[in-house]
């Protein structure tokens, strides 16, 4: 069983920006996927980004050039730097692993007020 420590959300203004972070242990397999989903209050879990052990990642249309995604694999940690956010940026961000098994993190709640 893989825990996921997230941390980051909260509160921010329209235009700015935050990161957030996600740090795995516990895993008995090489993690290959990290990223990130989110679910905003009425919709479904939708993917924001993703990344490879190798470091490729893959985004959301409504996030390129907005997100970044990078990863530090000594650390098992995932990270999303969010810039130009937007209300509709709004949502419940979920970390994301992949290690033979998908696991889940609790949720971390980003809010973005215009």
């Known amino acids: 069983q893989v825990q996921l420590v997230e941390s980051g959300g909260g509160l921010v203004q329209a235009g700015g920006s935050r990161r957030l972070s996600c740090a795995a242990s516990g895993s008995s397999f090489r993690i290959s996927i990290m990223g990130w989903y989110r679910q905003a209050p009425g919709k479904q879990r939708e993917m924001v980004a993703t990344?490879?052990?190798?470091?490729?990642?893959n985004y959301a249309d409504s996030v390129k050039g907005r997100f970044t995604i990078s990863r530090d694999n000594a650390k098992n940690t995932v990270y999303l730097l969010m810039d130009n956010l937007k209300p509709e940026d709004t949502a419940v961000y979920y970390c994301?692993?992949?290690?033979?098994?998908?696991?889940w993190g609790q949720g971390t709640q980003v809010t973005v007020s215009s």
């Open positions: 990344i490879t052990n190798g470091g490729r990642p």
């Open positions: 994301y692993v992949l290690a033979f098994v998908a696991s």
